[in-house]
């Protein structure tokens, strides 16, 4: 099945500076790539996705690329704020073979901002 | 719409007891799945289900059952708890799983297995 790797594990930022998150996959058939943010004892939410058709995507301060090549993408955050400290998963799935439908997560990035 | 709803929130068994974690969602999706989360191990799929009937297993099935008689409901049953089994048990559906449409998650059961 796909092995999703996510680097780093923890990443300390000041405010104001930018951000940058990675995950690998495995599998080349997959084609969908969504990242989550969880707040402190909160549930995961969606906060950007990316399908394999595509190689950048943004959504104001948030971007995420894809590189299919080197099966790997990046989450991209600008002007960091205080507020974008959480625990932030990258995810891959592919809607081909016996996985159809299952969505791999990487272990988590655990983001904080300082003012 | 209340979305997914998970209960309980909290739940505390003794090694052997069974339980059952109840999920909703009134989103009509086909697709609903359970995550338990550890510290520093991610979300990590136990068991999904494409559709009323049909269920499958993830990676960390063992311990646990779970059916599909609603599109509805995916109620998770652990057999005998175990230590082991101390988590953030979240359940989340979408339209088509991981083909390209959003995973909705409920708000998460804290269990402790003493």
């Known amino acids: 099945g796909e092995n999703v790797e996510q680097h780093p594990s923890t990443l300390s930022v000041q405010e104001g500076d930018s951000a940058v998150i990675k995950c690998t996959y495995s599998?080349?058939?997959?084609?969908?790539f969504p990242w989550y943010k969880q707040e402190l004892g909160k549930r995961p939410q969606l906060i950007i996705d990316i399908r394999s058709n595509v190689g950048e995507k943004k959504d104001q301060r948030i971007a995420v690329t894809l590189n299919k090549t080197a099966k790997h993408f990046s989450l991209h955050i600008t002007e960091t704020q205080p507020e974008d400290s959480a625990v932030y998963f990258c995810a891959a799935s592919t809607d081909r073979g016996s996985t159809l439908g299952r969505l791999y997560f990487g272990r988590g990035t655990q983001l904080t901002v300082w003012p | 719409n209340a979305g997914v709803t998970q209960t309980p929130k909290f739940q505390v068994l003794k090694t052997g007891q069974s339980m059952t974690l109840q999920c909703a969602q009134d989103m009509n999706h086909e697709y609903m799945s359970w995550y338990r989360q550890d510290p520093g191990m991610g979300l990590r799929l136990i068991h999904y289900?494409?559709?009323?009937?049909?269920?499958d297993q993830g990676e960390v099935p063992n311990g646990y059952n779970v059916s599909r008689s609603t599109t509805e409901d995916f109620p998770l049953r652990l057999l005998s708890a175990a230590p082991s089994q101390t988590s953030v048990y979240f359940c989340a559906s979408s339209w088509t799983g991981g083909r390209g449409s959003p995973l909705h998650f409920g708000n998460g059961t804290r269990l402790t297995v003493t």
């Open positions: 289900s494409v559709g009323a009937g049909i269920t």
């Open positions: 599998d080349s058939a997959s084609n969908y």
